[in-house]
């Protein structure tokens, strides 16, 4: 039976081998040396191929003329997926502002509705209070009974005048106040209703925005793909481009042998960059007291991690727009920036299962975390290369997924982080530090 990462390793391949198929037929509208070579035996020119080429003119122009068209055709691949990516990322984070601005409707139509619903509560209970006290009274009847008593002419008629004008206020407000009873009634079941189609709706853009991240995060797994193919090719191709234009080399080994020395050094830097930022391996917790001002990876009794070090530079709620990286912020900031600056280790707040990790249009370099029971967060403007964790990874809390930069709508350095309730978007700053892991 296949292993997932078998399998993971199957699908990358086939969307390697896309790319270089796109490649390969470009080589053949540019082909000289072998016109009745069908596409699908095109291929990548070996340094054989280019070392039988050398000796004949018009094969070695032929082939410098293919070699341009492999790597216009890797930049092609690449710049279509990355737009493709993109597409996807904004579709992806479109949905999810609706399905917030859904979420809110509903809860703010919920609350008006209990708001409602406890004025006509009051105004029923003071109605209820106000009939009992006219049935004490005598009620209608009063006149007829202060009659009977004796009370008449003179002081007595005057005494009768204010009573019974005392009495037709208590009937008047008695009136009013059940009025008020009803139309609150009425309101707070309007309101009810429009809660539950509100809800219904938040419902299925719900679903719509979990839609959009799974093809989201295909499409940016796709131009990572691309991206790997035409960086690693790209060096080949380029060195074998320069051994077909060099006159005075006669063999492809001095070339063959610069590239790989060249993919090693690539591969050397990687590492240590990566090294450099805390690598991919856990990270962590620490000690200390519970407060504002802990440094990132601390991790609190209640289990949650500070995100990162560094001070809050913006908060939940309307902001002005933030434009960058050829595209803008939305005008609801839907998370809180934490002022990390460069390369600085980004942790896991909580231990949980990776949902997302690639592109996400605004958010530039992304990671999601579910931590079950409806609870997840989120980490965007991530550096390039340095996304750590991966879709389906499990992570443990404090651990370091990421190093902080600048891609996306950003104008500095900055993690900006989110916490999502039942997927909706919600202040991260108290419920954080409702863990003991204050942020800033």
């Known amino acids: ?41 095109a291929a990548y020119p070996s340094w054989q191929d ?26 092609a691949e690449k710049a279509r997926t990355e737009a493709e990516a993109l597409a996807r990322s904004i579709e992806f984070q479109t949905a999810q502002d609706k399905f917030d601005a859904a979420a809110r409707r509903a809860t703010d139509l919920q609350e008006q509705a209990d708001s409602s619903k406890t004025t006509a509560d009051t105004a029923t209970r003071q109605a209820g209070q106000l009939a009992a006290q006219l049935y004490r009274s ?14 008449g002419a003179g002081e007595g008629a005057t005494e009768l005048l204010s009573k019974l004008g005392s009495m037709s206020k208590l009937v008047q407000r008695s009136s009013e106040v059940y009025e008020q009873a009803q139309s609150a009634t009425n309101i707070a079941r309007s309101l009810g209703d ?19 991240m799974d093809a989201a995060q295909a499409a940016s797994d796709a131009a990572g793909v691309a991206l790997a193919e035409s960086e690693a090719k790209s060096i080949e191709l380029d060195q074998q481009l320069k051994f077909m234009q060099d006159a005075q080399a006669t063999t492809a ?20 960059a990566a090294a450099a930022a805390g690598g991919a391996g856990g990270g962590g917790g620490g000690s200390g007291s519970a407060g504002p001002g802990l440094g990132g990876g601390y991790i609190s009794s209640q289990g949650w991690a500070v995100p ?3 001070r809050i530079t913006d908060v939940f709620g309307q902001r002005p727009i933030i434009c960058g990286g050829g595209s803008c912020s939305n005008p609801y900031h839907s998370g809180t920036d934490i002022g990390t600056g460069c390369y600085s280790p980004i942790y896991a707040a909580n231990g949980g299962e990776v949902t997302y ?22 980490y965007a403007h991530i550096r390039d290369g340095g996304l750590f964790v991966s879709k389906g990874q499990r992570v443990d809390v404090g ?14 350095c900055h993690l900006h982080f989110e916490v999502r309730i039942n997927g909706q978007r919600v202040d991260a700053q108290p419920f954080m530090a409702s863990m003991g892991a204050p942020l800033g």
């Open 1 to 41: 039976m296949p292993t997932a990462l078998s399998t993971k390793m199957r699908e990358k391949r086939a969307r390697i081998l896309s790319v270089v198929g796109l490649a390969t037929s470009l080589v053949l509208a540019f082909s000289l040396i072998a016109p009745s070579v069908s596409a699908q035996a």
């Open 50 to 75: 280019l070392q039988a080429a050398k000796s004949n003119t018009a094969a070695a122009a032929a082939q410098v003329e293919s070699i341009k068209a492999l790597l216009v055709g890797l930049q």
């Open 138 to 151: 005598g009620g209608t009847d009063l006149s007829v009974n202060l009659l009977l008593d004796g009370t």
């Open 194 to 212: 429009q809660a539950t189609v509100a809800r219904a709706e938040r419902e299925k853009l719900r679903v719509a925005a979990e839609t959009a």
């Open 253 to 272: 080994n001095a070339y063959e042998a610069g590239v790989a020395e060249r993919a090693r050094l690539a591969a050397e830097a990687a590492a240590a």
């Open 308 to 310: 990162a070090s560094g």
């Open 357 to 378: 990790s690639g592109r996400n249009g605004t958010y530039g370099n992304y990671i999601q975390i579910d931590h079950g029971g409806g609870v997840s967060t989120g």
């Open 399 to 412: 651990q370091n997924i990421a190093s902080s930069g600048t891609t996306g709508a950003s104008d500095g």
